[in-house]
């Protein structure tokens, strides 16, 4: 996996973020939605599987409203996924509800991937993904 940054991770897909500076998600030409989620975000999941598991309400601005808008709509369409994994020294900055924009972060991608939005409740979405 090549280190990106977010905006050359989601061209790799063909998407382009709407701001950079909070988008964590982008419609790329083929119909796909691709995501950005966080490495420590991944959890156990079945075998073949990656599985991660967010809770939209722990933070706010425009980047989790487009976020909530574009997953509603993935969800609603069963439209495939692409995923961009996050990784920073200082994941608690952001967990904790702060500004995560405020963190160096390092972007990889996984081409070989695609997923689904395989649950979405209430304020909890999880993202699996299968080799393509």
Do not use: C
């Amino acid at each position: 996996m090549a280190i990106l940054g977010i905006t050359e991770a989601f061209g790799k897909y063909g998407a382009t973020l709407r701001n950079p500076q909070w988008s964590v998600s982008a419609w790329a030409p083929d119909g796909a939605l691709v995501v950005s989620v966080w490495a420590h975000h991944r959890q156990p999941s079945a075998p073949g599987t990656m599985e991660f598991v967010d809770s939209m309400e722990r933070w706010r601005g425009p980047g989790n409203a487009e976020l909530r808008r574009n997953v509603a709509e993935a969800h609603a369409t069963k439209a495939p996924l692409r995923l961009v994994i996050a990784r920073s020294d200082n994941s608690a900055h952001g967990q904790s509800g702060e500004d995560a924009g405020r963190v160096r972060k390092e972007y990889f991608v996984r081409e070989d991937l695609v997923g689904e939005i395989a649950v979405l409740q209430g304020e909890t979405v999880v993202f699996r993904f299968r080799r393509a």
